[in-house]
């Protein structure tokens, strides 16, 4: 069942030089989840940021931390960031062969298990893994970068994964992330997600600007 719109801003496009202070910023500005970014260069051309750094921004907020894993090999990873303070884990569908292995780790940690498709990665390649799965990230835009345009071919996606999240009556969030602005998060919400990810959105022109953090997480929110 679609639950109410959480948003998770992307710190991926926080000011680095302040990161502390900017996960605080959104944590007190309505930010659901604190969604967190790591890329390793190798299966995203781009390189972000590892455990110590959520170890270190932990300590600014006990909102969830929702980490994204853009790297491959994953799974000697996973372990790490479990202890460094995430709370939802997701792993890339794309990432390895032996995904159903992957959460079952993760979920062994006691976190929540989530997987994540690219835009050309169909909803059916996860209809035998939804029976443990705790969360789907839909990619909106191609892995790799913040500010790029979203993908409006992934929406007849969102609303095939929610019917077969719907059928398993499972507890499973159907997040949406890329390219999220005040619009496009109207239409993925109308096709059924229920958690969206946002970084320019959120921290485009930092706090000041057009009514600050919280004013840009409310209108995605679409209230
Ligand atoms: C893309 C990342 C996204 C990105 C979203 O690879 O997974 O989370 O930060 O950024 P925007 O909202 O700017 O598209
Ligand atoms: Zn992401």
């Known amino acids: 069942m679609q639950k109410p719109v959480r948003i998770a801003p992307s710190i991926l496009s926080a000011d680095f030089a302040t990161l502390g202070a900017e996960v605080e910023a959104i944590a007190t500005s309505g930010a659901d989840w604190i969604h967190i970014d790591v890329m390793d260069g190798h299966f995203v ?10 170890k270190a921004i932990r300590k600014v907020t006990e909102k969830p931390f929702d980490v994204h894993l853009m790297i491959s ?24 062969p032996h995904i ?20 050309s990665t169909p909803a059916s390649s996860i209809s035998h ?3 443990i799965v705790d969360l789907v990230l ?5 892995p790799g970068f913040g500010g790029q345009s979203f993908i409006e071919g992934q ?7 929610r019917q077969m999240i719907d059928e398993t009556g499972r507890d499973i969030d159907l997040e949406v992330d890329g390219g999220i602005n005040s619009e496009t998060a109207k239409q993925v919400i109308l096709a059924g997600a229920d958690a969206l990810v946002a970084g320019t959105a959120v921290f485009g022109g930092g706090p000041e600007k057009s009514g600050g953090y919280a004013g840009r997480i409310q209108q995605l929110r679409g209230e």
């Open 138 to 142: 839909v990619m909106t835009v191609n």
């Open 129 to 131: 893994i939804l029976d």
């Open 45 to 54: 051309p781009n390189i972000t940021i590892g455990p110590a750094v959520v």
């Open 155 to 161: 929406i007849s996606k969102i609303a095939e994964i």
């Open 73 to 96: 090999p994953v799974d000697p990873y996973i372990e790490d960031f479990a202890e460094s303070g995430a709370d939802i884990i997701t792993v890339h569908r794309e990432a390895g």
């Open 100 to 119: 159903h292995r992957t959460l079952q780790f993760i979920k062994s940690l006691g976190k929540k298990a989530g997987v994540s498709l690219n835009p």
